[in-house]
């Protein structure tokens, strides 16, 4: 039996980044994982990731599609050049839990992807956000497949939320594990 400390916050979002990534290194650690996938919308926990792991740690920050140039969620070409010249690999793709073409073809029914979205969010968003960018990275090939991997994720901006899993791709959700849960919010 191995007893592992979780982190449960009383609210999402950035305040409990510093808690969340100190949990993530910790783990990470103590069971040499060497890669290390965060959802980084505009950096900031991307680079603050990058400053926390050890060098030989491959930090993949995933930030949102391109299809949330409208609404001003997409990383600027600067925001991207500070994770890159940080260390950090940057990952911009299709998510791989929705906002595809099955969810122009679903109509009012629910396709797959969006239930399996929606089941994780019953967690929490960083929950969701998490496993999604894990099954991005894989689907790009940055991942050891046969290696576990630390993945942070969070609610609107930072991290509260951090999972040790073993790797999958998207055509094999199957197969993905979520080993430990080391943080989340509460709500």
């Given at each position: 039996?191995?007893?592992?400390?979780v982190?449960?916050?009383?609210?999402p979002?950035?305040?409990n980044t510093?808690?969340?990534?100190?949990?993530?290194?910790?783990r990470?650690?103590m069971?040499?994982?060497?890669?290390v996938?965060?959802?980084?919308?505009?950096?900031?926990?991307?680079l603050?990731a990058?400053?926390?792991f050890?060098?030989e740690?491959?930090?993949?920050g995933v930030?949102i599609?391109?299809?949330f140039?409208e609404e001003?969620?997409?990383?600027?070409a600067?925001e991207?050049?500070r994770?890159?010249?940080?260390?950090?690999?940057v990952?911009?793709?299709?998510h791989?839990?929705g906002?595809d073409?099955?969810?122009?073809m679903?109509?009012?029914?629910?396709?797959?992807?969006?239930?399996?979205?929606e089941?994780?969010?019953?967690f929490?968003q960083g929950?969701?956000?998490?496993?999604?960018?894990?099954l991005?990275?894989?689907?790009?090939g940055l991942?050891?497949?046969?290696?576990?991997?630390i993945?942070?994720a969070?609610?609107?901006?930072g991290?509260d939320?951090?999972l040790v899993?073993?790797?999958?791709?998207?055509?094999?959700?199957?197969?993905?594990?979520?080993?430990?849960?080391?943080?989340?919010?509460?709500c």
């Amino acid at each position: 039996m191995t007893e592992v400390t979780v982190r449960y916050f009383d609210r999402p979002g950035g305040s409990n980044t510093e808690e969340t990534l100190g949990a993530a290194v910790e783990r990470a650690q103590m069971l040499g994982i060497r890669q290390v996938v965060v959802a980084t919308s505009h950096g900031d926990t991307g680079l603050r990731a990058r400053a926390l792991f050890p060098p030989e740690v491959l930090v993949v920050g995933v930030t949102i599609s391109a299809a949330f140039s409208e609404e001003g969620w997409v990383m600027t070409a600067d925001e991207r050049r500070r994770l890159t010249d940080a260390g950090v690999t940057v990952l911009t793709g299709m998510h791989a839990l929705g906002d595809d073409v099955s969810e122009a073809m679903s109509g009012s029914g629910w396709s797959p992807s969006r239930v399996a979205r929606e089941t994780l969010y019953r967690f929490s968003q960083g929950m969701k956000v998490a496993i999604e960018v894990t099954l991005m990275a894989a689907e790009a090939g940055l991942l050891d497949m046969d290696s576990d991997v630390i993945a942070i994720a969070g609610t609107d901006s930072g991290a509260d939320t951090a999972l040790v899993l073993k790797p999958a791709y998207a055509r094999a959700f199957d197969r993905l594990k979520v080993r430990e849960i080391l943080a989340m919010p509460r709500c």
